[in-house]
Structures are given as C-alpha cells and as structure tokens.
C-alpha cells in the first residue's frame, strides 16, 4: 500500500521499482520518528531527538564508491580518483537490488538539492531506514508540500542497508558498494548505515553537474555578517576539521555548514540542514550546536547515552570518533532562511595539520592561497572514513578531492 503525499504518476512503479510492501512517501517528522521507533530502528532521546547506532559502519567507505564507465563518463571523471564499474555489473547490482527489496517496506523523501533555483536539482531518496529517511528530510531541501504533487525526481538514490553485493557478480570490491550511474541518473547504496552516504552521493552529482554551468561546487562551510549578505565568508575544509563549529557564529547568519556552490551571482548552500560532530561539544563554545543535542527530531547518531536518563556524554568515544548530529538549518536561531550569500569576501582552508609543518594561523597572498588550494595539504579525521583510527596527512584537492567525481 503507498501513505503519504506524491506526484501520482511518479511513484515507485512508474520508476520500475515494483513488488515492494508498505511505501511512505515524504513522511514528515513525526511519523518518521514513530516508524522508526516502531521499527526498532533506535532510541527516543530528551528533546524528542532519535539515538541511533550504526553498526559496523560508523564512516564513510570511499573504497566502496564506484562510477560506472559509460561513453559518455568515459573522458569526464577522474579516474585516478573514482573508481570504475563496467555498465553491465551496475545492471546486474541494480536488478538484483530491486529483487532483494521485494516485500519490504521503504521510506520515500521528494527533495531538492541547491538554494539557488536556477541550479537546483530535484532528488528521491529511497531508504530501508526510517531514521535515514528522517536525515536525509533534514540535510536536503524540503519543498512546498504543494510542490509534491507535482514532483518528478532528476536523479534517484536507493538505499538499502541490507543488501550485500557480490563483488564477483557486481564489479565491486566488498558486500558494502556506493554505485554511481549519471547516464542512468541513479545512485545505489548497500549493505552500510552510515546516514552520511545519502548526503555525500549527492554532493558528488552536484561537483559532475555544477563545473559545467560554470557553477564552482565547494566543500565548505558559509556565513555573512548579519543584514548583509554581500559580507560573507567561506570556511574549507575536509570532514570534521571544524566547518560547521567555525561557521555557526553567533553575531553573523549562517549559510550552511558543509556543501556549497559559487556562481557569478554569489554563494548558495546546496543543503537544508547540518550534520556536527558532536565529541567534545561544549554548551558555552558552541551553544547553538549543542541545543540541537535536545530539539525534536534531530538525529543522534553514534553517541552513548544513560539509558535511563537518556543524558549524552559528549567525551565518550568508545562506539566512534566520529558520532554526530543532524538537524534543519532552521534549528539554529541565527540561520539563513534563504541559503544565498554574496561572492566571499573572506576565503579560511582549515588544514587540520595534525603535524606541525603549516604555521597554526596563516594570511596568505593570492598566489600562495591558489597554490595552498589546489594542492590540499590537511589531515583525514579519525572516525570520518572506515579504516582511519588516527589524523592522517592527506593531499586533498581543492579540500574535496573525495567528493570529485
């Protein structure tokens, strides 16, 4: 049976995704926390937030990520840096997919990606887990719930977490794939639970789509001074080097916290919400982030907690490094409510040198600044990427080399 409020003539089916049991679409906060609770899928948190574990997988997995080599990819990604799955591997990972979600229930968001509408790209996210498709309703942009009606997906993202590939059969590496099809228009996500691939998947079609526009796609952070959008600044960096902390500054209005595009017009956020690491998060440093920790709906994702009291310990990093927060933009008072800032007047890299080889603050002349940017010198964060336990040195291209396809 379908629930919820969509385009009748673009359902599930009409995309060929048939067989399936109970179908919700653009289920709105509270019904998503209820399936999810109903489910099993976590905890109610103080605040009316949902405490959630992820298993295994408590980072992304960029060895898992494939894009699929088709004449028309073929001399447009960087190989060197994406690697390559054969077209016929995807078909067969894609039907197997749909074979394997035969019966379940799925959880449908109609979204869009980009605060500018002219660049704007329209996203169904499809996924196993109530809870993520409550995190990926917070961390794209919700339209009009008038707009549904007449909604019609550019790109799709399936995610099932419990689908293992078969690296044989499917051309992939491991049991968990990210499968990337831009002539298919589809992204597919198995057998991991980790919320942040539902994001970054899209991150990465937006940095394929937006160059051709003449569109810069940033992974950075962004803010303005209060009043004045002209005055904004941008923050790069990679995950967890402090974009969203540096950002989320009282006295100016945020733009967002992570993805970001620059057109000849200015700054616009290509997201709707935030996604904090929160170890170590003090409510006198970073009071607007740490509210969030008790509002309704937002995610808490790999924090222990009392289980009687539900209280969060913020220094407590036995399940990750990397335990996290999401939640609306609107959640922090002091937001942007449209996500469009002016060109940055001020450009901050956090390098995240973890070994003393840059001075800690540095104003640096425009060639110096170019040089700095392209070549990337900063550090993998432990917890943000399976296998790194410890600051790792990494030369990461324009601070995103792992979202570039």
């Known amino acids: 049976m379908t629930f919820g409020r969509v385009n009748p003539n673009f359902r599930l089916q009409d995309q060929g995704i048939e067989g399936l049991g109970n179908v919700y679409y653009n289920f709105m ?81 109609d979204l869009t990606a980009g605060a500018d509408p002219t660049h704007a790209i329209n996203v169904r996210v499809v996924n196993e887990l109530a809870w993520h498709n409550l995190f990926i309703r917070h961390l794209l942009r919700r339209p009009d719930r008038d707009a549904l009606d007449t909604f019609v997906a550019d790109y799709t993202i399936i995610n099932c977490p419990s689908f293992k590939a078969d690296p044989a059969k499917h051309g992939c590496r491991s049991e968990t794939v990210i499968a990337v099809n831009i002539d ?94 929160t170890i170590g998060l003090n409510p006198e440093a970073e009071p607007e982030i740490y509210a969030t920790t008790q509002m309704f709906g937002t995610v808490i994702e790999n924090m222990v907690y009392d289980e009687d009291t539900k209280e969060l310990d913020f220094e407590d990093n036995s399940l990750t490094e990397n335990m996290r927060c999401a939640y609306p933009l609107e959640s922090i008072p002091n937001a942007s409510d449209n996500g469009l800032g002016g060109h940055p007047k001020n450009v901050i890299m956090l390098t995240c040198d973890a ?26 964060m432990a917890g943000t990427e399976r296998g790194v336990t410890e600051p790792s040195p990494a030369f990461s291209t324009c601070f995103g080399a792992p979202f570039m396809p």
Request: charged fraction near 20%; hydrophobic fraction near 35%; aromatic fraction near 10%.
């Open 355 to 380: 070994f003393g080889v840059l001075p800690p603050v540095a104003r640096l002349t425009p060639a110096q600044a170019e040089y700095h940017f392209l070549s990337g010198f900063t550090a993998k």
């Open 184 to 277: 298919k228009k589809m992204i597919l996500i198995g057998n991991t639970e980790y919320a942040g691939e539902n994001k970054k998947s899209v991150f990465g079609l937006l940095n394929y789509i937006l160059p051709e526009k003449g569109i810069m796609p940033m992974h950075c952070s962004a803010n303005h001074a209060k009043g004045n959008p002209v005055d904004s600044a941008v923050f790069f960096g990679l995950s967890g080097t402090g974009k969203t902390t540096l950002s989320a500054d009282p006295n100016r209005t945020l733009i967002g916290d992570d993805e970001h595009g620059w057109s000849d017009r200015g700054t616009f956020n290509f997201e709707g919400g935030c996604y904090a690491k």
């Open 29 to 109: 906060e509270p019904a998503l926390i209820e399936n999810a609770l109903k489910r099993g899928e976590g905890t109610l948190g103080n605040g009316g937030t949902f405490l959630v574990s992820t298993g295994e997988f408590t980072g992304r997995s960029p060895k898992d990520k494939f894009t699929v080599r088709t004449p028309t990819t073929e001399d447009t990604i960087w190989w060197e840096n994406n690697a390559p799955m054969e077209a016929d591997a995807f078909d067969r990972l894609h039907a197997d997919m749909l074979e394997h979600m035969k019966g379940g229930e799925y959880f449908v968001q």
